[in-house]
T-cell receptor, first 113, second 111 residues
Framework: EPEVTQTPSHQVTQMGQEVILRCVPI?????FYWYRQILGQKVEFLVS????????KSEIFDDQFSVERPDGSNFTLKIRSTKLEDSAMYFC???????????FGPGTRLTVT | KNEVEQSPQNLTAQEGEFITINCSYS?????LHWLQQHPGGGIVSLFM???GKKKHGRLIATINIQEKHSSLHITASHPRDSAVYIC?????????????FGKGTKLSVKP
C-alpha cells in the first residue's frame, strides 16, 4: 500500500540553525500538508500546498517557515532560524483531492537545544 | 471560534469491554476524521465521515450532523487498541482540507 514517508525520523539542532524536514507524499496525490504536535499537546495545522503554491497557512507559519516541492516528489518544510519552541513532532500529510482521506507520514521529531 | 472537543480525555478499560469515545464540534463541517496515534507518535487514519456510520473490523464510527457529534466505538477491546484516538474536522470554508484536531483520548486497555 502506498504511504507517505518522512526523513529524518529525529533531528537534533541548535537554536538559530536552519533545518529542512523532508516528506515524500503518495505519488498521485495533489494536496500536501504540514502539521506539528508539541509534546503533550494537540496536533496543529501549519500549512497546505496545492498546485505548487501555499493555499492556506496558520498563524504559526510565520516568516521563519517555508515549504517547497522542489522536484515533483519531495515536499519540504524549512525552518530558517530554529527556536526552542519549534521542538515538536512534524507530520506531513497528503491527499488526492479535498474529499478524500488524508494520509499521514510517520513524523519527524525535531529537538532544538 | 471553531472548536473540537473530545471526551473522555483518558479512558482505562478491561480487555473485552465495549468502548465509546465522543467528539463534538462547534460549527458546520464538511468531514470528520477519526485518527489513531500510537505511542511512537505515528498517526493512522481510521475513518473519514460526512454522514451516517462506518464500520471496519471492531471499530465503528457514527456521526450526527444535526447534533454536531460523533462517536468512535471499539467492540471487544484488546490491549493492542491502547493508543490515543483523535477526532479532527474540516470546517466549512476550510476548502483545502485543513484539519482542526481535538486533544485526543488516551485509551489504555488492560489484559
Amino acid at each position: 500500500e502506498p504511504e507517505v514517508t518522512q526523513t529524518p525520523s529525529h533531528q537534533v539542532t541548535q537554536m538559530g540553525q536552519e533545518v529542512i524536514l523532508r516528506c515524500v507524499p503518495i505519488s498521485n496525490h495533489l494536496y500536501f500538508y504540514w502539521y506539528r504536535q508539541i509534546l503533550g499537546q494537540k496536533v496543529e495545522f501549519l500549512v497546505s500546498f496545492y498546485n505548487n503554491e501555499i493555499s492556506e497557512k496558520s498563524e504559526i507559519f510565520d516568516d521563519q517557515f517555508s515549504v517547497e516541492r522542489p522536484d515533483g516528489s519531495n515536499f519540504t518544510l524549512k525552518i530558517r532560524s530554529t527556536k526552542l519552541e519549534d521542538s515538536a513532532m512534524y507530520f506531513c500529510a497528503s491527499r488526492y483531492d479535498t474529499s478524500s482521506e488524508q494520509y499521514f507520514g510517520p513524523g519527524t521529531r525535531l529537538t532544538v537545544t | 471560534k471553531n472548536e473540537v472537543e473530545q471526551s473522555p480525555q483518558n479512558l482505562t478499560a478491561q480487555e473485552g469491554e465495549f468502548i465509546t469515545i465522543n467528539c463534538s464540534y462547534s460549527v458546520g463541517i464538511s468531514a470528520l476524521h477519526w485518527l489513531q496515534q500510537h505511542p511512537g507518535g505515528g498517526i493512522v487514519s481510521l475513518f473519514m465521515l460526512s454522514s451516517g456510520k462506518k464500520k471496519h473490523g471492531r471499530l465503528i464510527a457514527t456521526i450526527n450532523i444535526q447534533e454536531k457529534h460523533s462517536s468512535l466505538h471499539i467492540t471487544a477491546s484488546h490491549p493492542r487498541d491502547s493508543a490515543v484516538y483523535i477526532c479532527a474536522v474540516r470546517f466549512y470554508g476550510g476548502s483545502q482540507g485543513n484539519l482542526i484536531f481535538g486533544k485526543g483520548t488516551k485509551l489504555s486497555v488492560k489484559p
